[in-house]
């Protein structure tokens, strides 16, 4: 019985220590963390849909955490760290995407639907308007 306790015991101890390990990281100077605390605020999670690097606790988000990690302190610039993820992971890692060929649906369309739906929406006001009018001679 004790034997198991002990087992439970090791066990909780290990996966504790395991889910607070990125939490322990060191930085050679105060700007790499900050740089660090940057970055993944601006990448998103792969597997996450709506949740950063910094707030996702999925395991390839820890992974990219520790890697940025590592990159920033090897002197990558965030440039080449963001580079080298929309090379990975492709334009859906980054936040606010770059505008391009790919991506113009997700920058013109919200405003392409607000032109249609006012255009529709005045149509049919005109149309009723019309139709009152006929009415009522």
């Not at 492709?90 to 997700?106: C, H």
């Not at 019309?130 to 009415?135: P, Q, S, T």
């Amino acid at each position: 019985m004790k034997l198991i306790k002990l087992a439970c015991l090791m066990m909780a101890f290990m996966l504790s220590s395991y889910s607070f390990a990125d939490t322990l990281m060191t930085f050679s100077s105060e700007l790499n963390q900050t740089r660090f605390q940057s970055l993944a605020k601006e990448l998103r999670c792969p597997k996450c849909q709506n949740q950063d690097l910094a707030d996702s606790q999925a395991g390839i988000a820890k992974d990219l955490r520790i890697q940025i990690h590592e990159m920033i302190e090897q002197g990558k610039t965030d440039q080449e760290i963001v580079d080298y993820m929309v090379a990975r992971y492709g334009d859906f890692v980054l936040y606010r995407p770059k505008y391009s060929a790919a991506t113009s649906i997700l920058w013109v369309g919200p405003a392409a639907f607000l032109m249609i739906g006012l255009v529709v929406f005045a149509g049919v006001v005109y149309r009723n308007k019309k139709r009152r009018a006929g009415k009522a001679l």
